[in-house]
Every structure is written in structure tokens, then in C-alpha cells.
């Protein structure tokens, strides 16, 4: 597996190229933006039918991440959940997650589609702080020195390249974006306005997939 290793705030991070993020120091690992359950609300609210595996294919992915790190901690960045009704489970994936979950602390971040599965186990929180880092749903606006040592989610970044769309990580030296960990997420373009205004001078985006592959963060770009 080839991670990338990075510095934030005197922590040293791991992005994995499955769009988790690895602390080793603190044996935890982040995920954000799963959405499990958008199949379902795609049928429910627009009628649109999709393949119904997302749920399979996130915890399986998940599930390596675990088993290839054994984390002692795990982080769900928000949006753990496509919406409230998404978060009721079936039975097989319902025993699945709790068989990643035992044995390990396990921290629902709430995001804006969900307030958390509050019918999970597991801790419940609107952010923590955990050594020099924050963890939260939606970065803060704020340039470094301002906001320091921050973790997020939400916006989804990609990075389009010629052979399409690209899930990325956002890094410069005061915070940290995760990319869409679930399956069926869209995502914001790496050079969207958005999230220039986020990120400082000299941001890297991490690209996932086989490997992890750093570049300059792109600028200047809308879609």
C-alpha cells in the first residue's frame, strides 16, 4: 500500500490510497463523507434507480483499512449517512459495522446530511480534539495561523485529469481535507474558488487510487 506521508501541526499523517487518513502516533484512522445509504434516498426522493451496493462496497473498503492497520481509533468525519432515513441499516451490514466497531473507540462526527447515527454505538460529537489536532465536518474559514491542525471533510475533492475525475486529499500546513470516502459521491473540483480560499500557498493535492500521488493543489478553476 502506498501511503503519503505528511506533517500537520507537529502530527505525522498517512494518506492511503482508499481515501483514508492514518495517524499512527495515536493508532486512529479517519474517514469522512461515506453516505451510505444515497442508493436508497436516490429511490426514494428522485425515483432513480441505482445499483444497491454502495453500503457493501464502503464497509469492505473500510474493513481493509481496519484489518490492514488495526487502528485503536477510528473517526467518521460526518456525513456518515446520505440523510436521517438512510441510517437504518440492514441486518447484514448493520452486524458488519459492528464488528469493525468492537473492540475500538469510535468517534460519529455529525455532518450537514446527517447528526450523527445516533442509534449507533460509538461516541457522538459536533467536533474533538485529539493531541494537536481538530476534527470536524466542514473546514473553518480562517488562514493558517487563524485555524491550525485541522481535519475535515465535506467538499469531496477531485482532481480532473485525462483520464477523468480523481478523488484527492487537500494539504497545506495548517489543515487537512479529506476526500468522499463512500461510494456514489460527487465531487468539488480541487480548483474550485471554494476551496483556494481554504488553502494556503503551496497546498499539495493528494491524489488516491492504486497509490497516492502528490501535485500542486490546481488554482483557478470552477468546475
Not at 469522512?32 to 473498503?61: C, I, N, Q, W
Not at 458488519?96 to 468492537?102: I, S, Y
Amino acid at each position: 500500500m502506498n501511503a503519503y506521508a505528511f506533517d500537520l501541526a507537529g502530527a505525522r499523517l498517512s494518506a492511503l490510497p482508499s481515501g483514508a487518513l492514518f495517524w499512527a502516533g495515536e493508532s486512529c484512522l479517519v474517514v469522512s463523507d461515506l453516505h451510505l445509504g444515497r442508493s436508497g434516498r436516490f429511490a426514494r426522493r428522485a425515483g432513480a434507480l441505482l445499483p444497491p451496493y454502495e453500503v457493501e462496497e464502503t464497509l469492505a473498503r473500510l474493513d481493509a483499512d481496519i484489518a490492514g492497520r488495526a487502528p485503536r481509533v477510528v473517526i467518521c468525519l460526518g456525513d456518515s449517512f446520505d440523510d436521517p432515513e438512510a441510517g437504518t441499516l440492514d441486518e447484514r451490514a448493520a452486524l458488519w459495522l459492528a464488528r469493525l466497531m468492537a473492540g475500538r473507540r469510535w468517534v460519529w462526527i455529525a455532518g450537514n446530511h446527517d447528526p450523527g447515527p445516533l442509534a449507533l454505538a460509538g461516541e457522538h460529537r459536533a467536533e474533538m480534539t485529539l493531541g494537536p489536532l481538530t476534527f470536524r465536518h466542514e473546514a473553518r474559514a480562517g488562514a493558517a495561523g487563524e485555524v491550525f491542525g485541522e481535519v475535515s471533510g465535506h467538499y469531496h475533492p477531485k482532481v480532473r485529469l485525462a483520464g477523468g475525475a480523481i478523488r484527492c486529499f487537500l494539504v497545506d500546513r495548517a489543515r487537512a481535507i479529506l476526500p468522499a470516502y463512500g461510494t456514489y459521491t460527487g465531487g468539488l473540483s480541487a480548483g474550485h474558488h471554494a476551496l483556494g480560499e481554504l488553502m494556503g500557498e503551496g497546498a499539495l493535492a493528494i491524489l488516491t487510487g492504486r497509490t497516492c500521488r502528490p501535485m500542486p493543489m490546481p488554482r483557478g478553476r470552477n468546475r
